[in-house]
């Protein structure tokens, strides 16, 4: 028992990041009918965000806060200023997105020079109880990943912004004629959903090592999963995110780990055979 919930904690705290980072891309996605192909790098700009912060004497806590907010504002230069021109061609604007990240993952390597560096966590060390040791710093994964689910329910459901977001994305059109201003509406949406990906990286840079190629794997991943929740909906993203999460994270301890993602691929491609909506699909009207 001592050896199995250690685990288990392990596996929620990596599948509780996950959903942050997929909810991020699913979120954008829906609201732009676009994949945005740079969701890695918004990920790695988060975590590169918290150990330059912390190499300038920055307390860790307050580089924690600063990183979603920081790649929120790249997001929404981002979106203003280059994406925004794109969301008639799907196509391009996925490729577009792709060459912002190859820009961004660049210019991180060349800051990072090619090497590893870790981030000591804000709260290290174990929670004790009796001979049953827990991570302090998964444990506020876990927490954050639950309030940041929380908050996205109450924004998108309980504004008036919320409001808006999904009068958007039903019928862009009809939202325009209505009075709303989809194009801010877009711009904040994106901008949000780059602000989670910073968030995911910053709390998850104390648990893997900081290096320019660390958003490549989990945009792969993140991208499979809004396929297997559907676009359109949060439960869809979050469904597919903790599918997908629990998955990855369980599996290398069983078989070898490049085996472990074929099988999370092999799996996923099941699951879209037998649902290709995906699991909570919200089609467009």
């Known amino acids: 028992m001592n050896s199995i919930l250690p685990f288990l904690f392990d596996l929620l705290a990596y599948t509780a990041v996950f959903v942050i980072i997929v909810l991020g891309l699913g ?6 009918g676009i994949f945005n192909f740079a ?35 790249v997001g929404l230069f981002l979106e203003r ?26 210019a991180v390597r060349t800051a ?10 804000p709260l290290d060390g174990p929670i004790l109880f009796g001979d049953l040791s827990i991570s302090k710093w998964r444990t506020v994964v876990i927490v954050v990943t639950l309030l940041v689910l929380l908050g996205c329910w109450i924004l998108f459901k309980k504004t008036n912004f919320g409001l808006k977001v999904r ?21 904040a949406t994106f901008a949000f959903g780059a602000a989670l990906a910073g ?30 929740g559907g676009v359109g909906g949060l439960q869809g ?18 078989i070898k780990p490049v085996v472990a993602d074929v099988m999370v691929f092999v799996i996923a491609i099941m699951v879209v055979k ?10 467009r009207s």
């Open 81 to 106: 200023f280059a994406i925004r021109r794109f969301y008639a061609t799907p196509v391009v604007a996925m490729l577009g997105t792709y060459a912002i990240g190859l820009v961004i993952r660049e």
């Open 39 to 73: 969701h890695g790098e918004f990920l790695l700009l988060g975590a590169y965000s918290v150990f330059f912060l912390d190499r300038a004497g920055v307390p860790p806590w307050m580089g924690m806060v600063c990183a979603p907010i920081i790649v929120g504002v």
């Open 167 to 187: 009068a958007a994305l039903e019928n862009p059109m009809l939202a325009r004629a209505s009075g709303v201003a989809v194009n801010r509406v877009y711009s």
């Open 274 to 283: 037998i649902r290709p909506d995906g699991l909570l699909s919200k089609r």
């Open 27 to 32: 979120v954008i996605a829906s609201m732009m």
């Open 199 to 228: 968030l995911a990286g910053a709390l998850m840079v104390p648990l893997y090592p900081l290096n320019a190629d660390m958003g490549v794997t989990f945009l792969i991943k993140a991208f499979l999963a809004v396929m297997l």
């Open 112 to 121: 990072l020079g090619g090497q590893f560096y870790t981030v000591v966590a």
């Open 237 to 254: 993203s979050v469904a597919g995110s903790t599918l997908v999460g629990s998955i990855s994270a369980a599996l290398p301890w069983v």
